[in-house]
């Protein structure tokens, strides 16, 4: 069965750090480039960063540059994101993506609050 699915969010305070892992199954993770993405109620999704299934390269958005790391554990067939220094505007559902697949996962809840 071809999904994601995504894991690792949870409660933090501000400046605390998760991380979020996203499974892969049906698929061979390193063929493919996966994004995560997060969607705050009422607010258009949005894309926070990506890894190239072809040399690596990522991007970020500048919310996320500097605090948050994408990475993949092909083995695993595992793309994570490590997010330290978080702050109350993380507060969302994180989705990881894969634009060749069209394939969203269910997404985890990040909640970030004093």
């Known amino acids: 069965q071809l999904q994601f699915v995504e894991s690792g969010g949870g409660s933090v305070q501000p400046g605390g750090s998760l991380r979020l892992s996203c499974a892969a199954s049906?698929?061979?993770?390193?063929?493919?480039?996966i994004g995560w993405f997060r969607r705050v109620p009422g607010r258009d999704r949005e894309g926070i960063s990506c890894l190239s299934s072809s040399d690596g390269s990522t991007y970020y958005a500048d919310s996320a540059k500097g605090r948050f790391t994408i990475s993949r554990d092909n083995a695993k067939r595992t793309v994570y994101l490590q997010m330290n220094s978080l702050k109350e505007e993380d507060t969302a559902v994180y989705y990881c993506?894969?634009?060749?697949?069209?394939?969203w996962g269910q997404g985890t809840q990040v909640t970030v609050s004093s």
């Open positions: 993506y894969s634009a060749a697949r069209r394939l």
């Open positions: 049906g698929l061979t993770l390193d063929d493919y480039a």
